[in-house]
């Protein structure tokens, strides 16, 4: 069972920065995808961004953060972490980190291959 801590949401102003962190207790973590999902109250869950293992590292983003988001991976700190810049209103949300249940599968945005979950992280946008 792989049991995945998220963290680093808070309060921040339009146009401010948080970085979130989805770390583990086990030193494999770099052998699964990890994908970053949000849901905003009364809205669907989203996917934001996923990376692949460290095999193979790609990356994606959903159009909506692109180029203001940054997903990247820290092997020794069993970490995963998604930079968000230039935050706006609309990404307030609780954000989750998810793993793959498949292991070396190519990332993806759709939560159904993700089985393992953080407990969420709230991220409040807002000035």
């Known amino acids: 069972q792989l049991q995945l801590v998220d963290s680093g949401g808070g309060w921040v102003q339009p146009g401010g920065s948080l970085r979130l962190s989805c770390t583990t207790s086990r030193s494999t973590l770099n052998y699964y995808s990890i994908g970053w999902f949000r849901q905003a109250p009364g809205k669907e869950r989203e996917g934001v961004s996923c990376?692949?293992?460290?095999?193979?590292?790609?990356?994606y983003y959903a159009d909506s953060v692109k180029g203001r988001f940054t997903i990247s991976r820290d092997n020794a700190k069993n970490t995963v972490y998604l930079q968000m810049n230039s935050l706006k209103p609309e990404d307030a949300a609780v954000y989750y980190c998810?793993?793959?249940?498949?292991?070396?599968?190519?990332?993806?945005?759709?939560?159904?291959?993700?089985?393992?979950w953080g407990q969420g992280t709230q991220v409040t946008v807002s000035s």
């Open positions: 998810a793993a793959d249940q498949v292991l070396f599968r190519r990332c993806n945005l759709g939560e159904y291959d993700y089985h393992y």
């Open positions: 990376i692949s293992s460290s095999s193979d590292g790609s990356t």
